[in-house]
């Protein structure tokens, strides 16, 4: 007397036919993926449009204060002063523009923050409700293939 081995390929490959594939789920990552790309990058655009002119203002004042510099002078002491009114004013130049410059890095991050909180929020949604679908589509079609196991 043989024992008969039951062939679970039949069993398998009907399991497999009715497992469910969302391609769209993959479609919709890539699509959220892509307006993140866009924000993040309209962030960084901005920020670098906005350091660009800090950049530019900042080099025009310099070369007015420089062309003070520059000019003759009558007496040999009004050039110590010019210099010294040069170096002055530089400090205080940069001082200000490495502050417009913190205050650009400043936005950058909070826009930053808040774009990848609402991609993270959006994800744990999108994955949650996708689980959800996957694990009632799965229970759908294992109890589909085992009511045809049995069947047969």
């Known amino acids: 007397m043989t024992t008969k081995t039951n062939d679970f390929t ?56 420089l062309g003070e510099v520059a ?10 002063k010019s210099v010294t009114d040069f170096a002055s004013s530089a400090a205080e130049l940069a001082a200000e523009n490495m502050a417009a410059f913190a205050e650009v890095a400043k936005k950058v991050q909070m826009e930053t923050v808040e774009l990848m909180l609402a991609a993270g929020k959006d994800f744990s949604e999108d994955a949650t409700a996708a689980v959800k679908k996957a694990t009632a589509d799965v229970t759908t079609a294992a109890k589909k293939a085992t009511a045809a196991a049995t069947v047969k």
């Open 10 to 65: 039949k069993v398998m490959q009907d399991m497999l036919a009715a497992f469910p594939v969302d391609t769209r789920a993959m479609q919709d990552a890539f699509k959220n993926q892509a307006v993140l790309g866009e924000k993040m990058t309209k962030v960084a655009l901005e920020a670098a449009e906005k350091s660009s002119e800090i950049t530019a203002k900042w080099t025009r004042e310099t070369l007015v204060k």
């Open 71 to 80: 000019k003759a002078k009558a007496e040999p002491t009004d050039y110590t």
